[in-house]
């Protein structure tokens, strides 16, 4: 009994949302992360029209979709503010939970591995090119800080070959949250350059520090700025931005990218029934998830995000892979295009369908 109250208490922590750009919702699912990164093999088209692919959505349809989106969403807080939302399905999240990770420590008492859950913001670009942060979740030994887990990811290769970041191994260390201070400190190296390296753009430096500033707020579920600081002091300047004072997390809709899949994770292997989970803002919150293989779009499914305010919304569909062939797919989440222009939002992830 006494197991299953530390495994409810632990996924308590674990479910509850890290950031406050999205609603809450049960991401137990999107938690799972691969190890090994993969790289893309299906070729991918930025060119797609989802409303011609599917039609126009029929208004009982859209209505339907909308009720059922809002039923789901009925207790959950949808304040923009610190990450203190309420918990949503925790019982069920419990009853599924499974801990699949190689190489992590066990508990003793259960046998099973002990790990936790948290976020991580890389950059990848926008229908403009402009780089924006998009989210991934990955999981690590409870052995060892959330946030010390985190930055050692920020300094990784990203699981999306289609991310990216310009924090090197060593670059970030000793991040910690002081509510009295009302800020959370981060220590960068001495390595890190005060100016903006030869290439990178003010845009992508920018992106960058947002990169330290969601992650670690992520991290510590927390709406804290962030002060860079050395032997005491505030560091003037990291990668050409100014961080004498500290830094806010930059607006969501400027920030984030407008969809961006929670799970699965690119790499993973899946079968059965597929539940896709993310967050977008789009006109009128339609997202269209789907899979593609060499050019042909398969189990195109439409769903509602949200939109208007300055913030992402929760989505999830479940796709039935027991008549797709066994293979190589991307997946594919959407944004709709109102402005035909055929430069919609777009989030993928290479799967693997068993």
């Given at each position: 009994m006494?197991?299953?109250?530390?495994d409810?208490?632990?996924?308590?922590?674990?479910?509850?949302?890290?950031?406050s750009d999205?609603e809450?919702?049960?991401?137990?699912?999107?938690?799972?992360?691969?190890?090994?990164?993969?790289?893309?093999?299906?070729p991918?088209?930025?060119?797609?029209s989802?409303?011609?692919?599917?039609?126009i959505?029929a208004?009982?349809?859209v209505?339907g979709?909308i009720?059922?989106v809002?039923?789901m969403?009925i207790?959950?807080?949808?304040?923009?503010?610190?990450?203190?939302?309420?918990?949503?399905s925790?019982?069920?999240?419990i009853?599924?939970?499974?801990?699949?990770?190689s190489?992590?420590?066990?508990?003793?008492?259960?046998?099973?591995?002990?790990?936790?859950?948290?976020?991580?913001?890389?950059?990848?670009?926008d229908?403009?090119?402009?780089?924006?942060?998009?989210?991934e979740?990955h999981r690590?030994?409870d052995?060892?800080?959330?946030a010390?887990?985190?930055?050692?990811d920020?300094?990784?290769?990203?699981?999306?070959p289609d991310?990216?970041?310009?924090?090197?191994?060593g670059?970030?260390?000793?991040?910690k949250?002081?509510?009295?201070?009302g800020?959370i400190?981060?220590?960068?190296?001495?390595?890190?350059?005060?100016?903006?390296?030869t290439?990178?753009?003010a845009?992508d430096?920018?992106a960058?520090?947002?990169q330290v500033v969601?992650t670690?707020?992520?991290a510590?579920h927390?709406r804290?700025p962030?002060?860079?600081?050395?032997?005491?002091?505030?560091?003037?300047r990291?990668l050409?931005?100014?961080?004498?004072?500290p830094?806010a997390?930059?607006?969501a809709?400027?920030?984030?990218?407008?969809?961006?899949?929670?799970?699965?994770?690119?790499?993973?292997m899946v079968?059965g029934?597929l539940h896709?989970t993310?967050?977008?803002n789009?006109?009128?919150?339609?997202?269209?998830v789907?899979l593609?293989?060499?050019?042909?779009k398969?189990?195109?499914?439409?769903?509602?995000g949200?939109?208007?305010?300055?913030r992402?919304f929760?989505?999830q569909v479940?796709?039935?892979?027991?008549?797709?062939?066994p293979?190589?797919y991307?997946?594919?989440a959407q944004n709709?295009d109102?402005?035909?222009?055929?430069?919609?939002?777009?989030?993928?992830r290479?799967?693997?369908v068993?």
């Open positions: 006494n197991d299953r109250i530390d409810e208490a632990r996924l308590r922590r674990l479910l509850s949302d890290a950031v999205i809450p919702e049960n991401r137990l699912d999107e938690l799972r992360a691969s190890v090994h990164p993969r790289p893309k093999v299906v991918m088209t930025r060119s797609r989802w409303y011609a692919a599917t039609g959505l208004t009982a349809a209505i979709v009720a059922y809002t039923s969403a207790d959950k807080n949808t304040n923009v503010g610190p990450a203190t939302d309420p918990e949503t925790l019982h069920s999240a009853a599924t939970a499974t801990d699949t990770a190489g992590l420590p066990t508990s003793a008492a259960t046998g099973r591995t002990a790990t936790k859950a948290y976020a991580v913001y890389y950059v990848g670009a229908p403009k090119g402009k780089p924006v942060l998009f989210r979740f690590g030994p052995t060892k800080p959330t010390a887990l985190a930055v050692d920020l300094e990784s290769t990203p699981l999306d991310y990216s970041t310009a924090w090197q191994r670059w970030l260390k000793d991040a949250a002081n509510p009295n201070a800020v400190f981060v220590t960068p190296s001495a390595g890190v350059p005060r100016d903006r390296p290439g990178m753009t845009d430096a920018t960058a520090v947002q969601y670690l707020q992520a510590f927390t804290l962030v002060l860079f600081v050395r032997h005491g002091a505030a560091v003037d990291v050409g931005v100014r961080t004498s004072e830094i997390q930059g607006k809709l400027a920030t984030l990218s407008h969809v961006n899949i929670s799970n699965p994770n690119d790499g993973d079968s029934s896709v993310g967050v977008n789009a006109f009128e919150g339609s997202v269209a789907y593609e293989q060499n050019g042909h398969l189990l195109m499914t439409p769903t509602i949200g939109w208007l305010e300055d992402l929760p989505w479940t796709l039935d892979l027991s008549k797709v062939p293979g190589t991307t997946l594919v709709d109102p402005s035909g222009r055929n430069k919609p939002e777009v989030d993928t290479v799967i693997t068993k």
